[in-house]
Nanobody, 127 residues
């Protein structure tokens, strides 16, 4: 059974940083691409970043490139999202998701392609 568990969310002041973690179990790490998504109150869920371990590619939503960094640790079966220079508009529930197969840029915006989702972790950025 594939399971994804996120952690690392919390309350941070604007300009601060957080690192989210997503531990995957029941997977061969390289067989999946992993995405981070977020959903702010009253808004639709949106793609943030994607990592494709099999080909070592990473992709980002255009609006977040430069502030967020996605990475992966195969030995720990963990995907990270380092978030810097946080803004109040980054406040959202952040979700990790897994797509079987390698990834490409379009997967950032193709939520329907992900078969597995975590429960989410809340990130709140105060002004």
């Amino acid at each position: 059974e594939v399971k994804l568990v996120e952690s690392g969310g919390g309350l941070v002041q604007a300009g601060g940083s957080l690192r989210l973690s997503c531990v995957a179990s029941g997977v061969t790490f390289d067989d999946y691409a992993y995405g981070w998504f977020r959903q702010a109150p009253g808004k639709e869920r949106e793609g943030v970043a994607l990592i494709s371990p099999s080909d070592r590619n990473m992709y980002y939503a255009d609006s977040l490139k430069g502030r967020f960094t996605i990475s992966g640790d195969k030995a720990k079966k963990t995907v990270y999202l380092q978030m810097n220079s946080l803004k109040p508009e980054d406040t959202a529930v952040y979700y990790c998701a897994a797509h079987i197969g390698s990834g490409s840029y379009y997967l950032i915006h193709a939520q329907y392609e992900y078969g597995y989702w975590g429960q989410g972790t809340q990130v709140t950025v105060s002004s």
